[in-house]
Nanobody, 124 residues
Framework: QVQLVESGGGLVQAGDSLRLSCAAS????????RGWFRQAPGKEREFVAA?????YVADSVKGRFTISRDNAKNTVYLQMNSLKPEDTAVYSC????????????????????WGQGTQVAVSS
């Protein structure tokens, strides 16, 4: 089993920055995929970013969000700059044993483990 714990969420103003962290423990390997998804009230879960063969970021946040990882700490980060009110959501990290690509990379059901999520609220 793998446990994922997110941190770093909070309430900020539009234009501010936040860095989310996702620490993994358990049977983690250096391979596989680590990703971030978000879900706003009344909306479906949405892909934000992932690290697999490379770094991938959703078009909706490209140029503002960056994903990175520290393998020594088994931690993945989501740096979020120039935050907008529409970025308000619960952000969850996920892990897949496989190196995902294409549609699978952005589809929640292809991920094996999930964190509890951290709330990000952006006021205008």
């Amino acid at each position: 089993q793998v446990q994922l714990v997110e941190s770093g969420g909070g309430l900020v103003q539009a234009g501010d920055s936040l860095r989310l962290s996702c620490a993994a423990s358990g049977r983690i390997t250096g391979t596989g995929t680590r990703g971030w998804f978000r879900q706003a009230p009344g909306k479906e879960r949405e892909f934000v970013a992932a690290i697999s063969w490379s770094e991938y970021v959703a078009d909706s946040v490209k140029g503002r969000f960056t994903i990175s990882r520290d393998n020594a700490k088994n931690t993945v980060y989501l740096q979020m700059n120039s935050l907008k009110p529409e970025d308000t959501a619960v952000y969850s990290c996920a892990s897949s044993r496989a190196k995902l690509t294409g549609v699978a990379l952005t589809t929640p059901r292809f991920y094996d483990f999930w964190g509890q999520g951290t709330q990000v609220a952006v006021s205008s």
